[in-house]
Structure formats: structure tokens, C-alpha cells
């Protein structure tokens, strides 16, 4: 502390306020964009992965018929059913339709494969009950009456979990803490 003419000159110097305000400057313009980029990223698969649902869940209700959704896993590159056989495709959704004997492709251009990126990874799909599935493909019926199978679906997103529940009676996909 230095004392002049009786005031008291404790504090910072204009250049050491410069010099601190362009280190966080620095700072920000590294760190901002990663944390942004990681949140959205997040958001935007979650918010696709519950489009997808609302959308599947709509087209069996309006159209009156049954769809089938297809959540192939991460685990496994390869599923063993002679039907989901050339149709899996690794971290994705797809919807299909059953006609007698055969799976085709919904043309609903909402409902068209849809792959999710390497940081969010579907792990494994929970169903009311208990049951557990975690590789391969999973098939859930969404009927006309608007309803489906109620499933929780586990997804990584960079290191950590989190969980999306489709109700019963909803088309809307909620984000839980846990899925029991």
C-alpha cells in the first residue's frame, strides 16, 4: 500500500484490468464454443430423437395404420432376424411398414432413416417391466389408436447417460433422471 498526500492508492492498475480482461477474453473465445457446441448438440439429437416419435406416433394415427419403429443400437453392427436384416443400421431410427408378408419403407419424408452422431449413441432400450434390450435392433409397434409401447431409451452423450421415456398414451418423449 502506498500512501500519497494522504490517500490511499490500493488497487489495480489500468494495464494489469487490461491485462486480466484480455486473458478471459482468451479464455472465452476457447472455452464458449465447446460448451455451446456440446449443449446443442445434445439438444438438437434429443429434440430429433423426439420429433421422430411425435411424428411416427402422428403418421399411425392420421393414416390409420400400424408403423414400426426400428432403434438400432450402437453395440452391435449386425442383428440376427432374417426381417430387420437389411434394414439395420447402426445408431439410427427408422419407421416401417408391415403389408402381409413384407417390411417397406414409410415414405413419409419425416420418417426416412434418421442416424444420430458419434456423441449421442442410443445404448438400450428399456421397456415397461423390465426388460432390457442393448444390442442389435429393436422393433416397437406405434398403432392407430395413437398408441405404442411405453419404452425408455438410454442414450451416452459424451461419457455420461440420459434417459428418454415415451409413455404409453403419448407421443411426447420426456427426458428423466432414471428410468426406474
Known sequence: MIIQNGHCNS????????????IFAVMSVVA??????????????SALFSA?????????????????????????SKTDSDILRDKYNSNSLQCLLFDKENFSDNMNNLLKLRKFSNGFILSEVIFEGGKTISSGSVLIPFYSD??????????????????????????EVQKIESPL
Do not use: C, H, Q
Open 146 to 171: 395413437g398408441t405404442s409401447e411405453a419404452f425408455t431409451m438410454r442414450v451416452v452423450v459424451d461419457n455420461r447417460e440420459i434417459f428418454l421415456k415415451k409413455y404409453r398414451n403419448s407421443k
Open 11 to 22: 488497487g489495480f492498475t489500468l494495464i494489469e484490468l487490461i491485462i486480466v480482461m484480455a
Open 52 to 76: 421422430y416419435i411425435a411424428a411416427i406416433t402422428d403418421d399411425a394415427y392420421i393414416n390409420k395404420r400400424n408403423n414400426y419403429l426400428i432403434i438400432s443400437l450402437e453395440k452391435d
Open 32 to 45: 464458449l464454443p465447446k460448451i455451446s457446441g456440446f449443449l446443442s448438440n445434445e439438444r438438437k439429437d
